[in-house]
Nanobody
Framework: QVQLVESGGGLVQAGGSLRLSCVAS????????MGWYRQATGNERELVAR???????NYADSVKGRFTITRDSAKNTVYLQMNSLKPEDTAVYYC???????????WGQGTQVTVSS
């Protein structure tokens, strides 16, 4: 049974920083993509950033230059460093791990990030 546990969310003023962490426990293929998604109230869930096993990353345009995704594959952990936060970054942030052999998506329970103006 694979479980994802996120941490690091909270309340921060605009311009501040937060660092999210997500630890995957259980047996999980080392060939995977780890990522962060977010869902603001009334909106659909959207991609924030993804990183594959080789370290290749991709970001939503809205966070490029402000957010950085990294991973420690030995610890099955993915991080999201969020700088220069804006009120529009307010959302529940979810960790996702995609495996390919077999193909499956695992989701965390979400962590709230609130940016005050």
């Amino acid at each position: 049974q694979v479980q994802l546990v996120e941490s690091g969310g909270g309340l921060v003023q605009a311009g501040g920083s937060l660092r999210l962490s997500c630890v995957a426990s259980g047996r999980i293929s080392s060939f995977n993509v780890m990522g962060w998604y977010r869902q603001a109230t009334g909106n659909e869930r959207e991609l924030v950033a993804r990183i594959n096993s080789g370290g290749t990353t991709n970001y939503a345009d809205s966070v490029k230059g402000r957010f950085t995704i990294t991973r420690d594959s030995a610890k099955n952990t993915v991080y999201l460093q969020m700088n220069s936060l804006k009120p529009e970054d307010t959302a529940v942030y979810y960790c996702k791990v995609e495996t390919f052999f077999p193909r499956y998506d695992y989701w965390g329970q979400g962590t709230q990030v609130t940016v005050s103006s």
